[in-house]
């Protein structure tokens, strides 16, 4: 597919519109082209904000705590990362960046365990994938020398909680990750609330989860401009709900993320819908969750030290192949069998 036309989604809201190969790049006009190789709901390719590719290799759990399952360093999932070899886990890495790619996505930002090793295996498993990566290492030591080593191959440092290490050495360890411009970023208060103040402190580029956040906490949060990627799919597995509402009440940029791939495929469309299963449209209306999904995500990585500007606004597109009739609806009904890509010579 070199064109397509039909409704575009920009700034919001769907246009009258075509997307056309032209040179190698994809050129956006305000207007529809009968000639075009096919007709639907044109949207610009999504950012997952939050994953865990290093789990993909293991099966569904059965109903658990987020203690249980995720909780270094004894939880299910890090005993498993501790046996699982390198080719199991690239090969399933690599398999569900295929996934991203097929189903819409340009960018993801991972969460990547294990320390250097760790971002080793999500750069070969990225490969030739069509998606970028942008790797959040986790030192397994708090070592100076591994953080730095860490910072020069990654794009910034992730932690699992404030509890992963002692809080001077989360200290020290922002403070070295935005020496070297790169993203700092950590789960909060997700199964319970953690000290806000302690968090902010750090100074972070991007949160995850704050299920259980207060109303002070998500003021402070829009106040100091930090964005939240939330993870119905992985929240509802918990038993949790994000206070999404008033996220975007009190100003909060609010991104979607698939968490552990174990748990779900990487796939936004997904999650988009999963977030419409968990609020009702009093709550949350069609075009804020499209809005979350295909305009915050952009919003977020564009914002992260030493990534502004990676996510060219019109730069890249999928299409929906999908009536044009209330297009807000259509979106959150799609899933990845409906996306078809332009071709440009990538490869999944
Ligand atoms: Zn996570």
Redesign the pocket.
């Known amino acids: 597919m070199k064109s397509a036309s039909g409704l575009v989604y920009t700034e919001g809201r769907f246009i009258e519109g075509s997307v056309s190969m032209s040179k190698g790049r994809l050129k956006l006009s305000p207007k529809q082209n009968g000639d075009a190789d096919t007709h639907g709901i044109i949207l610009p390719k999504s950012v997952n904000c939050?994953?865990?590719l290093g789990d993909a290799f293991m099966e569904k759990p059965k109903k658990c705590t987020v203690e249980e399952l995720?909780a270094p360093p004894n939880g299910l999932k890090h005993r498993m990362l501790r046996k699982v070899s390198e080719d199991t886990q690239v090969r399933a890495m690599a398999g569900a960046t295929s996934a991203m790619f097929l189903s819409g996505t340009s960018h993801f930002i991972d969460?990547r365990e294990s320390g250097l090793e760790g971002a080793r295996r999500l750069l070969m498993a990225s490969l030739g994938s069509g998606v970028t990566p942008v790797i959040l290492g986790r030192p397994d030591s708090d070592n100076v020398d591994e953080v730095s080593a860490l910072l020069n191959v990654c794009d910034g440092i992730?932690f699992?909680a404030l509890s992963d290490l002692d809080y001077r050495t989360l200290e020290r360890i922002s403070d070295q990750t935005r020496a070297q411009d790169r993203v700092f970023a950590l789960?909060a208060s997700?199964a319970k609330r953690e000290d806000f103040g302690m968090i902010l402190n750090l100074k972070p580029d991007l949160l995850?989860?704050m299920v259980r956040a207060t109303a002070d906490d998500l003021e402070a949060c829009a106040q100091a401009k930090v964005p939240v990627a939330v993870?119905p799919t992985?929240n509802a597995f918990f038993g949790l709900v994000p206070p999404v509402r008033e996220m975007l009440d009190a100003g909060i940029t609010v991104c979607l993320?698939t968490?552990?791939a174990m748990l779900a495929p990487p796939c936004i469309l997904d999650e988009a819908r999963s977030l419409r299963a968990m609020f009702g449209e009093a709550e949350l209306s069609d075009g804020e969750i499209v809005s979350i999904a295909f305009e915050g995500g952009r919003k977020v990585l564009n914002s992260l030290p030493g990534l502004r500007g990676a996510y060219l606004e019109h730069g890249d597109f999928f299409v929906l192949e999908s009536p044009l009739d209330d297009p807000f609806k259509r979106v959150l009904e799609a899933k990845a069998e409906n996306v078809r890509l332009f071709d440009r010579g990538e490869t999944p």
């Open positions: 939050h994953t865990h995720v969460f992730g699992s789960h997700e995850v989860h993870c992985s993320g968490d552990n």
